[in-house]
């Protein structure tokens, strides 16, 4: 047995193990230490994702007390500008952009309607239209690359069928054909940008959505593209 042992041990054979107490000491304390680190950074991750929702309910929280105070057009303006956005009052040929979340212009034309809004880019999710459903003059949105904007989002712009002429969709991650379907109310669209939104037939969904809508100019679908994959559409003029 002792000359078997040197074989073995001139062979690269593994060393004599610790006593079977100490080995089971040593790596029950090594997984209770991973144990409980794994554990610290699921904790870690999911506050940081709680965190992160909170933010994005507190920035599309319905603002009843300036819509109360000052009106839905001061309500949706500072929303926006809150969001990092422009709006642009009925009369006026260029935006307000958010140097602040608060603009005195803003207070001083409180009793005149808004007419555009762009919102591209910004943490616009479907509660946060809220603040934006009481206007009764819009004309242009832009949503283009709202990374919260869903289809139901899509349905609830219905209340603007009698007034709103341009709209960007382009890029939103969320927003499938069911959510295009739904802008059939907008009945005055005159420009509609789907640059960049993922369905499954894009050449089909154009003409589904120039059928739905006749007289709307449709953008950034290509007839011939079968892919789902953005054809670089034209961007609505500011």
């Known amino acids: ?14 060393a004599l193990r610790p ?3 100490q080995s089971r000491g040593a790596a029950g304390g090594l997984l209770q230490r991973l144990g409980q680190w794994f554990y610290e950074v699921e904790v870690v991750m999911a506050w940081g994702e709680r965190l992160r929702q909170h933010r994005l309910r507190s920035r599309n929280a319905y603002r009843s007390f300036l819509r109360d105070t000052y009106g839905e057009n001061v309500a949706a ?3 926006t500008l809150s969001c990092g956005g422009g709006v642009r009052f009925e009369g006026q040929d260029s935006w307000i952009r958010p140097e602040s979340h608060w603009r005195p212009e803003v207070l001083r034309l409180r009793d005149v309607p808004v007419v555009a809004l762009d919102l591209s880019g910004s943490p616009l999710n479907y509660n946060g239209l809220d603040n934006l459903v009481p206007l009764t003059r819009l004309r242009h949105l832009d949503l283009s690359g709202c990374p919260h904007l869903d289809d139901w989002a899509l349905g609830r712009l219905h209340v603007f069928g009698d007034t709103l002429q341009e709209l960007s969709v382009a890029r939103c991650p969320r927003v499938t054909e069911r959510g295009l379907a739904t802008l059939h109310h907008l009945r005055e669209l005159r420009r509609l940008d789907v640059e960049g939104v993922r369905v499954p037939s894009p050449g089909l969904v154009r003409i589904l959505l120039e059928e739905m809508l006749p007289d709307c100019q449709v953008l950034g679908m290509d007839l011939g593209d079968g892919t789902g994959t953005p054809t670089g559409g034209e961007k609505p003029p500011a």
């Open 1 to 14: 047995m002792a000359a078997l042992r040197a074989v073995l041990g001139c062979r690269g054979a593994p």
């Open 19 to 21: 006593p079977p107490g």
């Open 77 to 79: 303006a500072v929303f």
